[in-house]
């Protein structure tokens, strides 16, 4: 089960986000990697991640940075997007886009959107 | 009786006529006419003569031609009237030789007299001596020698022989030697007129003879004997007085006449004169002494004549008188021409007296003689006056002193040389003045050309000499001035031809006063015709040409050529003088060099014209207006921007400037541009204005106006200058600057307060998430199998922190709008409001609105934060303003004053007003289209934080009004 546990990577420079997102997902069954920032991430690698979940707003490289310089490296890499910003998010929205989750998030909604994800990725694979 | 007869024609005419007519009457022929026709042809002469004859000849031609022409009756009475003329025409040519050659020669014989006054032997000669009867030749002596004494021409009657020898009856008369100036009748003697000698002479024969030479001599004389008895007079002068010796020696008394009786001669003497003449002769026939007297003697034709009578005593040889011979001469004519001459002289005397002038005369000598009655009236001189004590001339009475000198050489030169006298001096007045006279004298010379006697006339011409004078010093006075005066002056003749430059003009011409072979008028035209223009010389002349022959007055300005060859502008000026009739005297001109005139107007009008485009071509709107601000000018611009003149507002009943004021100035702007533009007027002040103009077309524009005083050296307002700038592009501008301001102020409000909600939605969106996310870890972890209760706890734990940690947000957020009282200070509140009304000016004028303020005097200054209380005055005017946006205008009142222990401030609008007063306070409560609601929210606020209150009321009839208090006392709230 271990073996086959899919690798979810957070970063939040929110301390209390990031504690409770990785216990969403450790509830979920996900191993959870926690970083404080994207340079944390980028310094630990991407290697070994099944997904990215990013809030946006951070200090030094933002969520949509983060993305666009996960996409680079790895392409087929799902990055999931969470902002406290309304208005922000009603942008992203409007583009349709499913990857993205406005703070308080629904924890549920969440977990399903990840596993979709996965899936798709492995079936991709 | 026939001499008589013979002596006066008219009765023998009358006779006749009556003889004839009583011929024809008993006769029954008209033949009896023939006798008064006879004696018309007898006495008729000259006109009377050829009268006759031309009737006669009438008569018998009238006679003819009825004869011939008309048969029967009428032919024979014209037969019969024919031979009565015919017969009296053969009477008339019978009578005719002898009347006409006696007149002929009788005439002939007066004017021999007339001719030759000693010649009266020569005047006998003329006829022929042996032709006139002996016996009347001494009468015809004695008559002329009479005449010839007396003057008096006498008539004689004597005998002429005619070629036949038969004596005729004839006259003559003698006229004395000279004419006489007085009437005086002949003395008629006739052969037929009673006289008598004596019938014994006496002893008086030596006295009769020595009567008879002296009748003789002198045509008349008599003799009386001892006792004054008349033996011999003279017949001619017994007839002359009608009175022969017998008459005149009656006595007719008792007494002789030598004894005091009465005889008859004295009857024919003047009542007047008779007891004289009688006395005495009585006395010279007593004592022998010659008789000399002069009295008047009765004529027979029963006048009066003086006679001059004398008579010289005879004596024997023993001394005693034998008798007297004397003579009589008539004087009457002496008599007469005496009178006449005294009359005459009178007459002169009174002439020269008379006259308007002052007459004299002297003697040869020069001493005066006479002095009329007007020299002597006026100059109050008499004959003693201007004579010196020897008698000669003094004029030292007569004549001023200055003169004495001069008139005394004048007139000794004039006495020397018998020169004409002729000086003028001022003569004494009777009224003690002295007057300009002017006297002339000559004298009159005997035929040896020596003087008999100076006459002299003075005449008066003081008025004439002061006239004179007064005329020179007008004239001179007048040269002086046409010479002058700084203008030429000029005239011309009718045809224009010019007689008369004056000096200025002559020297600007350079007219050469020498050449005097061209006459004055040729010099001048010729000098006149080069000097013109010759740009202006047609047009001069044609001018000039249409002047003379209409008579209209001459304006014209041409360039003359000074001598010095400078053409200088000349304004030309002249008239007509004209008679009265209206003909065309003169024309007087006058040239006035306006060369640097014009050249200063020139250069003024230039420099007035660069100043007025200047002025004309600034783009700005210009005005000028009286020191009580009256409009006085306005640049074209703005005549053309306000579309009507200076006066065209003028009205019954309020200034010029009212007027002007209420028909540009917006009615919203009025009361302000009154107030500060009288304000401006009343202390001198610059006036600065923003208002809005009322253009031609009605639209207003927003113009920025200033005017100030121009003042003179003594500081008085002359004039006030102002310039009016049209800025409504600028204030435009400003507006839409202003509202880009408010807009972008706005969004940066809602931006900053988006911004705020942003980041504390953030701020509690965090933990939220948190909480959330752990919630539904926590669901998992208890609803996982098994249940992961240590996890669950885990998760709990970090939901109760992360909630804990969103409450703390909400509290930071209260916190921020929490206010603290360290930036309070006493302030002077109405400052504030001022401030704050300042700063939303910009905001009413663009909304047109007004904004007014009103503080109480004397109020306290209080502690509190200044940026806050303006915040909320400033949120409370805006809210105001906005809520009277609708009307597009208005006046928003803010009014503070003391109330009680605090200081009210009310903000009253004209609004809608506000249907909930106090939940206009709740944040976020907004009645506007866009705002946050929050203004009222946090004024409320701050008011409060100050310890005072805010709320809304609304008025009557219409808006709302905020009021807030502050406390009076600084009571600063240290609860909050």
Redesign the interface.
């Known amino acids: 089960m271990t073996k086959n546990k899919y690798v979810v990577a957070v970063v939040d420079d929110?301390p209390?986000?990031l504690?409770?997102?990785e216990?969403?997902l450790?509830?979920?069954g996900y191993a959870v990697r926690s970083f404080s920032s994207a340079a944390a991430l980028t310094r630990a690698g991407l290697s070994g991640l099944d997904l990215l979940i990013t809030d946006v707003?951070m200090p030094g490289l933002n969520g949509f940075e983060l993305r666009d310089l996960v996409n680079q490296e790895r392409p087929e890499l799902p990055v999931f997007l969470?902002t406290?910003?309304?208005?922000i998010a009603e942008q992203i929205r409007a583009r349709a886009v499913e990857s993205f989750f406005c703070?308080?998030?629904?924890?549920?909604a969440l977990?399903a959107a990840i596993a979709r994800a996965l899936t798709q990725q492995g079936r991709g694979r | 009786m026939i001499a008589a007869l013979h002596r006066t024609p008219p009765a023998m005419i009358f006779v006749m006529l009556a003889l004839g007519l009583a011929a024809c009457w008993s006769a029954g022929t008209p033949i009896g006419i023939l006798a008064p026709l006879g004696a018309l042809f007898l006495y008729a002469r000259g006109y009377w003569l050829l009268s006759l004859w031309g009737g006669l000849l009438v008569a018998l031609a009238g006679a003819v031609l009825a004869a011939m022409l008309y048969p029967g009756a009428i032919r024979d009475a014209s037969r019969s009237l024919a031979a009565l003329a015919t017969v009296a025409g053969c009477i008339g040519l019978l009578l005719a030789p002898y009347p006409l050659r006696r007149s002929s020669r009788l005439a002939a014989m007066g004017r021999q007299a007339a001719g030759q006054p000693d010649g009266l032997a020569g005047d006998m000669d003329s006829v022929p001596e042996g032709a006139v009867h002996p016996d009347d030749r001494p009468a015809i002596a004695h008559a002329a020698a009479y005449a010839f004494w007396t003057g008096v021409p006498q008539v004689t009657s004597y005998r002429l022989r005619e070629p036949d020898g038969s004596y005729r009856w004839t006259e003559l008369r003698a006229e004395p030697g000279y004419g006489v100036s007085v009437d005086v009748d002949a003395m008629v003697s006739r052969p037929d007129d009673r006289w008598t000698v004596a019938e014994s002479l006496g002893e008086t024969v030596q006295a009769v003879q020595a009567a008879k030479v002296i009748e003789s001599l002198h045509g008349k004389a008599w003799a009386f004997d001892a006792i004054g008895k008349f033996t011999y007079v003279t017949p001619a002068a017994q007839i002359a007085i009608d009175m022969a010796l017998e008459d005149l020696n009656r006595r007719l008394g008792e007494r002789e006449f030598i004894d005091g009786g009465e005889v008859g001669w004295m009857r024919g003497v003047h009542p007047d004169d008779v007891d004289g003449a009688a006395a005495t002769l009585r006395h010279c026939l007593k004592t022998g002494e010659p008789w000399n007297i002069e009295y008047r003697m009765l004529r027979a034709t029963g006048h009066y004549v003086w006679h001059r009578i004398s008579a010289r005593p005879t004596r024997d040889g023993e001394g005693r008188i034998t008798g007297w011979f004397g003579t009589s001469i008539d004087i009457d004519v002496y008599k007469k021409t005496e009178a006449a001459l005294r009359e005459r002289e009178k007459h002169l005397e009174q002439l020269i007296d008379t006259v308007p002038a002052m007459i004299w005369s002297m003697s040869a000598e020069g001493r005066p003689i006479y002095l009329n009655r007007r020299i002597m009236e006026v100059t109050g001189a008499t004959l003693d006056t201007v004579k010196a004590s020897d008698g000669s001339l003094s004029l030292k009475k007569m004549i001023h002193p200055n003169f004495w000198e001069l008139a005394e050489k004048t007139f000794a030169r004039s006495v020397a040389t018998g020169a004409p006298y002729d000086i003028k001096y001022l003569q004494h007045r009777a009224g003690g003045t002295y007057r300009w006279t002017q006297t002339r004298a000559e004298p009159l010379c005997d035929e040896a050309g020596k003087i008999i006697r100076w006459y002299g006339v003075s005449v008066d011409i003081h008025d004439l000499i002061t006239t004179q004078t007064e005329l020179n010093l007008r004239k001179q006075e007048l040269t002086r001035l046409i010479d002058l005066v700084p203008s030429f002056l000029w005239r011309l003749t009718p045809t224009g031809a010019p007689n008369f430059f004056n000096r200025r003009f002559i020297d600007f011409l350079g007219i050469d006063d020498g050449d005097l072979e061209q006459s004055r008028t040729e010099r001048y035209a010729a000098a006149l015709k080069v000097a013109i223009h010759p740009d202006d010389a047609s047009r001069v002349w044609a001018e000039i040409k249409d002047c003379l022959s209409s008579g209209r007055p001459y304006a014209m300005r041409y360039r003359l050529r000074r001598h010095d060859g400078v053409y200088r502008w000349m304004d030309g000026r002249a008239e007509p003088l004209l008679d009265d009739d209206g003909g065309i005297i003169q024309w007087y001109g006058l040239s006035h060099d306006i060369d640097d005139q014009l050249r200063v107007e020139e250069a003024l009008r230039e420099s007035e014209q660069s100043l007025r485009q200047l002025v004309e071509t600034l783009p700005a709107l210009i005005y000028c207006a009286a020191p009580n601000g009256e409009p006085i000018y306005r640049s074209e611009k703005l005549g053309e921007f306000l579309g009507f003149g200076l006066g065209d507002k003028d009205a019954e009943g309020r200034t010029r400037l009212t007027g002007t004021l209420e028909a540009i100035i917006h009615p919203d702007d009025l009361p302000d541009v009154k107030e500060r533009y009288g304000h401006s007027l009343a202390t001198g002040a610059p006036y600065a204005m923003k208002h809005r103009l009322r253009r031609a077309d009605g639209e207003y524009r927003w113009v920025e106006t200033r005017t100030a005083a121009m003042k003179n050296a003594e500081g008085e307002i002359v004039q006030w200058n102002g310039i009016c700038f049209e800025i409504e592009d600028q204030v435009r501008a400003q507006e839409a600057l202003t509202l880009t301001q408010e807009r972008l102020a706005r969004a940066a409000q809602a931006a900053s307060l988006a911004e705020l909600s942003?980041s504390i939605?953030?701020e509690v969106?965090?933990?939220?998430?948190?909480?959330?996310?752990?919630?539904?870890?926590?669901?998992?972890?208890l609803t996982?199998d098994p249940p992961?209760l240590e996890?669950a706890q885990?998760?709990i734990e970090?939901i109760i922190?992360?909630a804990n940690?969103a409450a703390d947000v909400v509290g930071r957020v209260r916190a921020l709008f929490r206010q603290t009282d360290q930036a309070r200070n006493l302030c002077p509140l109405d400052a504030i409001l001022h401030e704050a009304r300042d700063l939303m000016m910009e905001e009413a004028v663009r909304r047109r609105m007004r904004i007014e303020v009103e503080v109480e005097a004397g109020l306290p200054s209080l502690e509190l934060d200044r940026i806050q209380i303006q915040q909320v005055l400033v949120n409370l005017i805006r809210n105001g303003l906005e809520a009277m946006e609708p009307a597009r205008r208005g006046v928003l009142r803010v009014r503070t004053l003391r109330a009680g222990e605090f200081v009210r401030t009310e903000v009253r609008d004209t609004g809608a007003g506000i249907g909930a007063p106090d939940k206009v306070f709740e944040p976020f409560f907004s009645t506007k289209s866009h705002g946050m609601g929050m203004g009222l929210a946090i004024s409320r606020t701050i008011i409060e934080s100050h310890g005072g209150r805010l709320w809304a009321e609304d008025n009557q009839p219409s808006g709302a009004t905020f009021i807030f208090t502050l406390p009076a006392e600084a009571k600063a709230d240290h609860d909050r």
């Open positions: 929110d209390r986000l504690e409770s997102l216990e969403l450790e509830s979920a707003g969470i406290g910003r309304h208005e703070k308080p998030f629904d924890g549920q977990l | 942003a939605a953030h969106n965090q933990p939220l998430a948190a909480v959330v996310a752990n919630s539904h870890a926590c669901q998992r972890w996982s992961n996890r885990k998760t970090r922190r992360d940690s």
